[in-house]
């Protein structure tokens, strides 16, 4: 085997081929080497293979439910009635006394907007201004319990340096 194309298939150039991470000019050059060199396409062949079992070992089936699904969806855009659009004629506006006929008022659509805001039940929000209260209680005990444990270490520091100064 030539010394040049094992350092060629060494190199990496096929592996990036095989996952499609090459430029033009490198694919011509991968596949031009392929028909020259019986080893580059052995590799190459090799590489698949190697590709296609890995993702096999690491494929996540989906819920069987799925493939019903799916089938389903098909089935109904297959057997949906091909019709063609129909093109869009504007009527004329009719006018305030043709629109009511006998004494019918006019009829309103009611559009509600939605809201930017999240909606909880009253009694969340109970629970999530105890929750907030409790954690700010226990954010003022961290401090006091940090500031009596630093303070005890000086202290602690203290006595240390005086014994040591007795000694």
């Given at each position: 085997?030539?010394v040049?194309?094992?350092?060629?298939?060494?190199?990496?150039?096929?592996e990036?081929?095989?996952?499609?991470?090459?430029?033009?000019?490198?694919?011509?050059?991968?596949?031009?080497?392929?028909q020259?060199?019986?080893?580059?396409?052995?590799?190459?062949?090799q590489?698949?293979?190697?590709?296609e079992?890995?993702a096999a070992?690491?494929?996540?089936?989906?819920?069987?439910?799925?493939?019903?699904?799916?089938?389903?969806?098909?089935?109904?855009?297959?057997l949906?009635?091909?019709?063609?659009?129909?093109?869009?004629?504007?009527?004329?506006?009719?006018?305030?006394?043709?629109?009511?006929?006998?004494?019918?008022?006019?009829?309103?659509?009611?559009?509600?907007?939605?809201?930017?805001?999240?909606?909880?039940?009253?009694?969340?929000?109970?629970v999530?201004?105890?929750?907030?209260?409790?954690?700010?209680?226990?954010?003022?005990?961290?401090?006091?319990?940090?500031?009596?444990?630093?303070?005890?270490?000086?202290?602690i520091?203290?006595?240390?340096?005086?014994?040591?100064?007795?000694?």
């Open positions: 085997m030539n040049q194309i094992q350092q060629y298939i060494n190199s990496g150039i096929l990036a081929y095989v996952t499609g991470s090459v430029t033009a000019d490198e694919e011509r050059e991968v596949l031009r080497l392929k020259t060199y019986p080893e580059v396409h052995e590799a190459l062949y590489l698949e293979v190697d590709m079992m890995l070992t690491m494929a996540i089936p989906p819920p069987p439910t799925v493939w019903g699904k799916i089938e389903a969806e098909i089935d109904d855009i297959i949906r009635e091909k019709t063609s659009p129909k093109a869009f004629i504007e009527e004329e506006e009719p006018t305030r006394t043709s629109s009511r006929r006998g004494n019918t008022p006019p009829q309103y659509i009611d559009i509600e907007a939605e809201s930017s805001h999240m909606r909880i039940h009253k009694n969340w929000k109970w999530f201004a105890a929750v907030f209260i409790l954690g700010k209680l226990f954010l003022a005990a961290a401090i006091y319990f940090y500031l009596e444990n630093r303070q005890a270490q000086q202290q520091q203290e006595l240390k340096t005086e014994i040591k100064a007795r000694r």
